[in-house]
């Protein structure tokens, strides 16, 4: 197996795992999700992971086409600019979901729109 497709499976399994329990159990998670935000140690830990994963992903596969590897390329750049800001700024990232508590149909269309995506990425990198 390549590092593309690699990549691609687990992004798109991760996205896919974390979208269908949010949106199972949607009012337990948001709860504390909503109360973690405040726990400047679990932002700092969060980010942490989220630089890891998304520089792992940068320096292995920074491919920039109009197709599914573009979409690894992409949540790459998305997950190491999260840590970066969480470990840079982690007050931000309690006042962005502070924001989104107020805002649950916005919360749903975009765990719906994430389902979406990484089922397609799943689904495209399936051996045949």
């Given amino acids: 197996m390549n590092t593309s497709i690699f990549l691609a ?8 795992i974390m979208g269908l329990l949010f ?12 109360r ?10 969060t980010g942490y992971l989220a ?3 998304g520089l792992v992903t940068v320096l292995l ?6 197709s599914w590897q573009g979409l690894v390329t992409l949540f790459g750049w998305i997950s190491l600019i999260k840590g970066v800001s969480r470990i840079g700024w982690p007050e931000s990232t309690a006042k962005l979901l502070a924001s989104l508590e107020a805002n649950q ?14 089922g397609w990425l799943v689904w ?4 045949t």
């Fill in 9 to 16: 499976q687990l992004w798109g399994w991760m996205m896919l």
């Fill in 23 to 34: 949106l199972v159990r949607g009012k337990a998670l948001y709860r504390d999700m909503f």
């Fill in 36 to 45: 973690l935000s405040d726990d400047k140690n679990f932002v700092f830990t």
């Fill in 51 to 53: 630089l890891i994963l």
């Fill in 61 to 66: 596969h920074n491919v920039w086409e109009l």
């Fill in 105 to 118: 149909s916005l919360i749903m269309s975009l765990l719906v729109a994430l389902v979406v995506v990484s």
């Fill in 124 to 127: 495209t990198t399936l051996p």
